[in-house]
């Protein structure tokens, strides 16, 4: 369930303000953080993330933090009505003929001859 948090807090200096950004954005579940209001004192924060561990964590670093509101972020559904039909495409791999074997080797009788001379000048 995403929620959005608004915590105001004193930042006095930019340094202060990207210190709050960056604690907020190291949260496990936060999906945005923004500064809003004149002064740029309220931390917006948006997730799934608990809002009294949120300011837990920013009020050891910032002493006054004060949980201003949380609401739960609503999505916007404009395509209920519309359907869209999906072509469907089928794949077929390229035929490819199977590759043609070799002829098996031709055998040559060995012939030996089996007489036995012991002239070995021819």
């Known amino acids: 369930m995403k929620q959005k948090i608004v915590l ?7 340094k202060c303000r990207s210190k ?6 190291q949260e496990i579940g936060v999906s945005s953080v923004a500064l809003e209001g ?3 004192d309220k931390l917006v924060v ?6 009294v561990c949120l300011g837990r964590v920013l009020r050891k670093k910032f002493r006054c933090v004060t949980l201003v509101s949380v609401n ?5 559904d404009d395509n209920k ?3 869209e039909d999906k072509k469907v495409c089928y794949y077929y791999p390229p035929y490819c003929p199977p590759p043609t074997c070799a002829p098996p ?6 012939v030996y ?3 036995d001379s012991n002239c070995s000048i021819m």
């Open 105 to 110: 080797p031709y055998c040559h009788p060995a």
């Open 38 to 40: 004149d002064s740029k």
């Open 20 to 25: 709050a950004l960056k604690i907020a954005a």
């Open 46 to 51: 948006t997730g799934d993330v608990d809002a």
């Open 81 to 83: 009505c519309k359907i």
């Open 8 to 14: 105001q807090m004193q930042l006095d200096c930019d």
């Open 113 to 115: 001859d089996s007489y």
């Open 72 to 76: 739960e972020v609503k999505k916007k």
